[in-house]
Structure formats: structure tokens, C-alpha cells
């Protein structure tokens, strides 16, 4: 099954929906683009839709145990400091349980064992590498 956006994301794709409907002559309410969307997503309404997209949301929390990759590294670690943003992105302070060398370059290494970044509620940062990969895939442990 395909994952469905946050609730925020679902809000914005509906007022492109507007938009886009506007620009080709036909007004649509914001309520009536909801629906709309809700209808491509497969749910009967807004409502529906929403409650799936909060229940797929996940709540980061100081403490949690989580697992993923950071700049391409596997790790395992805790959550010291989170906190929500008003765009719906978490801003996290995770600490690893080993360090992560975070350069490429076989000639030194930089190792890190704690570090500030930026997820959306599903854990993947908006960053990416030069080569399009998230920094961050983060994951309840």
C-alpha cells in the first residue's frame, strides 16, 4: 500500500488542486478540493483521509530508541531533544550508540556521535546528498 502524506501535505496538494483548477476556469472550494482529494486516495472523505494520515504520522519523543541511516550509515541511537516545527517537521537531536563517520574520503575519517537534523513526521530529511539520498532515514527502534 502507498504511504499516504501527512496531513499538511494532503492540505497542500488540495490547495494546488484549487489552483490548478482556477487557472483552467473552474472555482473550486477549498472543501470541495479535500473531498476531491480524499476520493483519489481511495477514502470516502476528508475525514477519513486525514484520520489515516494521522495515524501513519509517527511522534518523536526524547528517549525513543531509533534506528536508520544518516548520510548513508547504518546506526542505532536515542532521541535526546525533539521538538515540532509549525511546517509539521520534527527538529531532532539524536545521539548514537556508536559513532558515524561522516566523510567519504578514504584518506581521514570525521566521527560523529551526536547530531542536529531536520525530518519530516515519517523520519526521511528534507536534505539531501549531492547524489539525492536523504541525510537522514530515521525509524522507531
Known sequence: MTQIPSRED???????????????GTDMTHAAALETLAHQ????????????????TVQ????????????GHKFM???KAASLATSGHWSLTVRFDDPVDVVTSELFSSLRRQVNTTVTPQGISPQKTSDGQPHMVLAAA
Open 10 to 24: 494532503l492540505k497542500a496538494q488540495a490547495k494546488r488542486l484549487r489552483m490548478e483548477m482556477s487557472a483552467k
Open 41 to 56: 486516495w481511495g477514502m470516502r472523505d476528508w475525514n477519513t483521509l486525514a484520520a489515516k494520515a494521522d495515524q501513519q
Open 60 to 71: 518523536w519523543h526524547p528517549g525513543q530508541r531509533v534506528s536508520g541511516r544518516y548520510l
Open 77 to 79: 541511537g536515542m532521541i
